[in-house]
């Protein structure tokens, strides 16, 4: 049995899967101390690819091909390694974008025992990367929103250089979903949530020019993933667990449902003074500047007031994210003086009252809250869940492999 089985996934690579095979294989044969195999996930391919990695695997030992009927980078990840027997399953892309100098470093903590699942990154200081701007900004953009919205602390969610310790596949697989491009991204919030130790690496990475991604579709699948993943881990599931699953996972939706209350009223404490100081600079100014002129005053001074009180009560919270509570603060100011500005044009050319026009203000300051308070949770709010299989493994007892 080999500790450490490679998968690859392909999807109409005849062009390039022989040499890249080849070159992968001699890796491992002569600079990779341990033993490893390597597996051709064929994913429903329409060229020769299929035939080339036969050809492969008859000819070179430890090489396997599994082929799939349907397309789907998590699908056949998912299959590949639910039929590895190895210590340490891993995937890269097929064009070995990634220097393959990282692998070593990239799969010892996880044989060691040290690490659960590792992962490549390019946006490390010290990752050597050549790709285009647009997919630079793109990959910047989508790690940046995992963090702010799902809270997450790995720096690269779709490099396609990733490992796991094979003890963690039967019980880490069933909860992740998808089977396609957010698989990674699925795997790693999972993984995340249930305390699992995630093992960075640096890599050297030239970006294939011939990828066939399609990033808009990439990106809506993501962000419906990422919707999808918000409602589970809300209700309390993704849990790794056993026979008494569904019991912990009452117990975590009751804990979600009583973070989520302290965290309203936490929200409260500062969102109803701030808008009784809002009210009171309102109603004083309108008659002298006018109601636009006045809300805009108004906002403006208690949205200062309100950054400074969401500061001090949240700065064990947001310790190192003052910079993103200041974009939310002036982003939901903009947003505010944008929509109650509205709010009382309407209401001015509708009745001209002062009492509609401040109402209308009310009615859309509450909305842009409730916006707000949804953003805010999300950067500061904390989960540190159990590690229940932190130490699981090969054979399904405590303690490191």
């Not at 690819?49 to 990840?77: D, F, N, W």
């Not at 990439?218 to 918000?230: E, S």
């Not at 881990?233 to 993704?238: L, P």
Request: net charge positive; charged share 20%; proline share 3%.
């Amino acid at each position: 049995m080999a500790v450490l089985d490679v998968v690859l996934p392909v999807y109409n690579e005849a062009e390039c899967l022989e040499q890249s095979v080849r070159r992968l294989y001699d890796y491992l044969g002569s600079a990779f101390p341990f033993s490893a195999g390597i597996t051709i996930a064929d994913n429903a391919s329409t060229d020769s690819t299929l035939r080339i990695a036969t050809g492969l695997a008859e000819e070179l030992p430890g090489v396997r091909v599994l082929h799939l009927e349907t397309k789907g980078r998590g699908r056949a990840l998912r299959q590949a390694w639910s039929q590895s027997t190895s210590d340490v399953v891993a995937y890269m892309d097929i064009d070995l974008s990634t220097g393959l100098e990282a692998l070593l470093p990239l799969v010892a903590p996880l044989i060691s025992g040290h690490s659960d699942v590792a992962i490549g990154t390019r946006l490390n200081r010290s990752a050597q990367v050549v790709r285009g701007p647009k997919r630079e900004l793109v990959s910047r953009s989508y790690n940046r929103l995992l963090r702010t919205v799902m809270r997450s602390r790995f720096t690269d969610a779709q490099c396609g250089f990733k490992a796991l310790r094979g003890a963690l596949v039967p019980v880490l697989l069933p909860l992740v979903e998808d089977n396609g491009w957010f698989f990674d991204t699925e795997l790693l919030l999972i993984a995340e949530r249930n305390s699992l130790r995630i093992h960075e690496v640096p890599v050297d990475w030239i970006d294939d020019p011939d990828s066939r991604v399609d990033i808009v579709g990439t990106a809506m699948g993501d962000l419906k993933g990422i919707w999808r993943l918000t409602r589970q881990f809300a209700s309390g599931r993704a849990r790794l667990g056993s026979s008494d699953q569904r019991g912990r996972d009452d117990t975590d939706g009751a804990a979600d449902l009583a973070g989520f209350s302290a965290d309203a009223s936490r929200f409260a404490r500062v969102g109803i003074p701030s808008t009784l100081a809002w009210l009171a600079l309102f109603l004083l100014l309108r008659p002298t500047v006018g109601p636009i002129a006045a809300n805009v005053l108004a906002l403006s001074v208690t949205a200062c007031g309100n950054l400074a009180a969401h500061r001090r009560l949240d700065r064990g919270a947001v310790s190192g994210h003052f910079r993103e509570l200041e974009l939310v603060a002036v982003g939901s100011w903009m947003v505010a003086v944008a929509a109650t500005t509205l709010a009382v044009s309407a209401a001015s050319a509708v009745s001209g009252s002062w009492l509609w026009e401040t109402l209308a203000c009310l009615a859309a300051g509450a909305v842009v809250s409730l916006g707000r308070f949804v953003v805010l949770r999300a950067l500061v709010v904390r989960h540190t869940p159990a590690g229940r299989f932190a130490g699981l493994n090969r054979n399904g007892r405590g303690g490191r492999t």
